[in-house]
């Protein structure tokens, strides 16, 4: 069934937040600002000769002065304009009458039309995914280019907040349940627009352990059109791990990748000592879920005043979870040498990673990827630690939706750092959307078809 209504044309392909009830414009503006997106500018041109009046009369009290004088200007305009059209006419008749004849030369496709034609391609090849969290919905939309990339084309991200309250009553409340359905809605629009190729729409532990989950889903299909499918917390961490495949380099043996959600960590024991085959999602040997995150966490021990107390307490909780997982040892080989590291994909990561940074607003393209040292983490977290709930909140890449949460995921990072030591932590802005577009291509063979007719990214 068709998302209710979907409507046709070309969406905006940048990062979108939630900004309440702003006119498209300004929300496409303050969005090109706010996520590093193309920049939008607007010059005088645009607003017409009155707007250039309102502004001399405005800044210099002279716009009678140009008013009386614009007759005489027009007409000298007027003047020159027919001298000039005079003599170039006269030129070309006699370049017409000595010039051989010729056949006509084709006329040139419009360059609109070319534009036209280019964003209908991408149309077409576009591939979407969706994943409704705990804490977030995200939507990403992309076309695939080099093989094992792709290029994002749209994007949506707004936290809605679906476990609030889930681990105290056990269901989805109804202020969430309506925060995330009008994300959703936000979702249908851009997805009907876009019209992608193929598209995966996924929820995780709010919808999987909420008593009205399934309820909610076909709330959702009723009210948005979209068919959400909740996948199970394997799915989940091979999603994972399949979405960060490209931040493993070569040389690696292996790694500890985890995925701090908002009700559920998923954590994966990748090992790639032996071999290396192109979906590294093959080499998990062990994985596991936790049943916490930081929103559930947060609820537990409280978010807003975390004194050294009580975060000691959030590691102590996680650290007791992670002891009930067996991995059989594993890594423990591979770890005790150089060519072992963790990968962090969470919006604890990121945080992390702004803050040590110094960024005066949070951007993607210098924390994806980004290496951090022991030391910078210990760092990080202690300087958290040591900021009450107004100093997080002021921060730019925390912010006030995150400021009582960020502690929360810091114990669980802290949690898997005692049980995996490591010198290196590399930050991953990407998860599970990335994996999902990555099945999804390689399903398809948009890479081989690409590189079998030679087309380069």
Known sequence: MRPRGLRGGEGIAVENHDHGDVSPVERVVRDAASDGGSTLGFDDRSAGPSACRDGASASSGSADVRDCDEPVRKRKRRKRRKR?????????????????????????????????????????????????????????????TRPGYFRV?????????????????????????DRAVSA????????????????????????????????????????????????????EARLAVAGCSTLVERGTEGVVLFDIGGGSSEIA?????????????????????????????????GGHHVTPESFAAMVDAVSEMLDR????????????????????????????????????????????????????V???????????????????????DRA??????????????RRWPSERLRVADRGLREGMLSEMMAADGAWRRRRRTGRSA
């Open 84 to 144: 000039r059209a005079f003599v170039r006419d006269a030129q070309e008749g006699v370049a017409a009458q000595e010039a051989p004849q010729s056949e006509p030369k084709k006329p040139k496709r419009p360059q609109q039309a070319r534009r036209r034609e280019s964003s209908q391609e991408s149309q077409r090849a576009s591939y979407a995914a969706l994943d409704l969290g705990t804490n977030n919905c995200r939507l990403l939309v992309a076309t695939p």
């Open 325 to 376: 997982f067996d991995d059989g040892g594993r890594l423990a080989q591979v770890a005790a040498g150089g060519r072992f590291h963790l990968i962090g994909t969470s919006g604890t990561v990121t945080t992390l990673a702004g803050v040590h940074l110094g960024l005066a607003r949070y951007d993607r393209r210098q924390v994806d990827g980004l290496w951090m040292e022991r030391d910078n």
């Open 404 to 417: 009582d949460l960020v502690l929360g995921g810091c114990a669980i990072l802290e949690a898997i750092r």
């Open 269 to 301: 024991l990748v090992d790639i000592s032996r071999h290396r085959t192109p979906r590294l999602a093959d080499h998990i040997v062990a994985w596991t879920s936790l049943p916490v995150g930081v929103v559930s966490l947060a609820e537990r021990f």
């Open 378 to 400: 210990d760092r990080m977290i202690d300087t958290l630690l040591s900021w009450d709930f107004e100093q997080r909140k002021a921060n730019p890449c925390i912010g006030a």
């Open 184 to 235: 959703l809605s936000v979702c249908a629009d851009k997805l009907g627009n876009r019209r992608p190729k193929r598209m995966r729409l996924i929820a995780t532990e709010a919808c999987r352990s909420a008593q009205n989950g399934a309820a909610f889903i076909e709330r959702v299909k009723k009210e948005t059109g979209l068919r959400l499918e909740i996948i199970d917390r394997q799915t």
């Open 153 to 177: 084309v749209d994007a949506f991200s707004r936290i809605v907040r679906l476990g609030e309250g889930l681990s105290i009553e056990g269901r989805l409340s109804d202020a969430a349940m």
